[in-house]
């Protein structure tokens, strides 16, 4: 059985192309984006810094499991638009990325084709220009166990080089750690051997 997966690829920030076609000016921007509250609120701020052209089209992929994902054509033909610029985040494999596509139209039409092709350069040429990182992604935990049981966890987390982020020792021991994806299920055996643990899995990050 294969160790799940425990990075991810996302830009480590704002970029930018741009691709011109029959006197239509096609500007992407692609930006990390990690909720798609953040995708709005850079949607907003584009459209106002481009607020004479004709469309804002978009796509977004969000979350460690890539299942959050969204595509705006914004008036261009159905799945003219939206689709190849996530066919781009997609080939990429990137997550966590949104890229917008503004068109300054010139005149002429481009067809579903030319558009299809426009609006797919552009965004490749936004992620090319961009640095792409590798995160690791780390579960978040919280210990509770009692004072017998404390120089062994102590131990365990010492020799595994987890980092401990806030800890209490009040009537019991508390920790909050983060381990590394690929070394959960091992660690989480483990702790089974020391009988206070109480562990509560609070999500990926």
């Not at 979350?63 to 781009?88: C, H, M, V, W, Y």
């Not at 092709?117 to 978040?140: D, G, N, P, R």
């Not at 590394?180 to 020391?194: A, G, S, V």
Request: hydrophobic share 35%.
């Amino acid at each position: 059985m294969s160790e799940e997966k425990s990075t991810y690829r996302t830009l480590k920030e704002l970029s930018s192309g741009i691709y011109k076609e029959k006197g239509s000016k096609f500007i992407a921007f692609a930006s990390p984006c990690y909720s798609e509250e953040e995708a709005k609120e850079l949607l907003e701020l584009w459209r106002k810094e481009h607020n004479q052209s004709r469309h804002l089209c978009y796509a977004y992929r969000l979350g460690f499991d890539k299942k959050i994902f969204r595509t705006n054509d914004d008036g261009e033909p159905n799945n003219s638009a939206g689709t190849p610029i996530l066919g781009q985040i997609q080939s990429f494999d990137l997550t966590n990325t949104l890229i917008g596509v503004v068109r300054y139209f010139g005149g002429t039409k481009l067809g579903v084709g030319g558009l299809v092709q426009a609006y797919k350069t552009a965004a490749k040429e936004s992620i090319e220009a961009a640095e792409i990182l590798e995160i690791e992604v780390f579960f978040h935990l919280n210990l509770e166990f009692n004072y017998d049981d404390m120089p062994g966890i102590m131990n365990l987390l010492k020799q595994r080089k987890i980092s401990i982020a806030t800890q209490s020792f009040k009537e019991f021991c508390w920790l909050e750690i983060s381990v590394q994806l690929n070394k959960l299920t091992e660690f989480e055996k483990l702790l089974k051997e020391f009988k206070s643990v109480i562990c509560i899995n609070k999500g990926k990050y």
